[in-house]
Nanobody, 115 residues
Framework: QVQLVESGGGLVQPGGSLRLSCAAS????????MGWYRQAPGKQRELVAA???????NYADSVKGRFTISRDNAKNTVYLQMNFLKPEDTAVYYC?????????WGQGTQVTVSS
């Protein structure tokens, strides 16, 4: 059983930056593909960025060039660096760990982009 704890959310002005962190425990972190998802009010949860166990990455078109996902296997942590934030990035951001048929989720962290 993998436990995931997100941190780093908050209120930021448009154009600003935030870095989200997701600390994992209870499993072999390095073998999991990790992802960041977000869910805005009234909308479905969507994939923002993902990183494989080998370090390959992919991003939603809406965040390409602004967000960067990375992982530190020594610290069992995955990060999401978010730059040039827009009001439409406002959502609860969730961390996900995936391997084969198993999926684990964190509790989410709120990101609000507003002036």
């Amino acid at each position: 059983q993998v436990q995931l704890v997100e941190s780093g959310g908050g209120l930021v002005q448009p154009g600003g930056s935030l870095r989200l962190s997701c600390a994992a425990s209870g499993g072999i972190f390095s073998i999991y593909a990790m992802g960041w998802y977000r869910q805005a009010p009234g909308k479905q949860r969507e994939l923002v960025a993902a990183i494989t166990s080998g370090g390959g990455t992919n991003y939603a078109d809406s965040v390409k060039g602004r967000f960067t996902i990375s992982r530190d296997n020594a610290k069992n942590t995955v990060y999401l660096q978010m730059n040039f934030l827009k009001p439409e990035d406002t959502a609860v951001y969730y961390c996900n760990a995936h391997r084969l048929v198993s999926d684990y989720w964190g509790q989410g962290t709120q990101v609000t982009v507003s002036s």
